[in-house]
Nanobody
């Protein structure tokens, strides 16, 4: 059984920084794509950033230039460095991974971590 365990959320003032981490563990797997979604109250869950196994990265327009996603392949851990945070970044952030186990791919979600940015 694969698990995605997130850490690093919290409360920060506008303009501040936070770093989220998500560690994948469990069965033998390879990571196809892993990244972060967020969901603010009353809004749909949206992609923040993800990274593919080949290293290509994708960012939402709203975080481009402020957030950086990176991957520690040795630890199966993805990080999201969030700088110049804004109140509108307040949301529950979810790690999401598409992992390959043997010949099949599976979608996994973390439990979510709260990020609150005060003005």
């Amino acid at each position: 059984q694969v698990q995605l365990v997130e850490s690093g959320g919290g409360l920060v003032q506008a303009g501040g920084s936070l770093r989220l981490s998500c560690a994948a563990s469990g069965s033998t797997f390879s990571i196809n794509t892993i990244g972060w979604y967020r969901q603010a109250p009353g809004k749909q869950r949206e992609l923040v950033a993800n990274i593919r196994s080949g290293g290509s990265m994708n960012y939402a327009d709203s975080v481009q230039g402020r957030f950086t996603i990176s991957m520690d392949n040795a630890k199966n851990t993805v990080h999201l460095q969030m700088n110049n945070l804004k109140p509108e970044d307040t949301a529950v952030y979810y790690c999401h991974g598409i992992l390959q186990i043997t010949t099949r791919s599976y979608s996994y979600w973390g439990q979510g971590t709260q990020v609150t940015v005060s003005s």
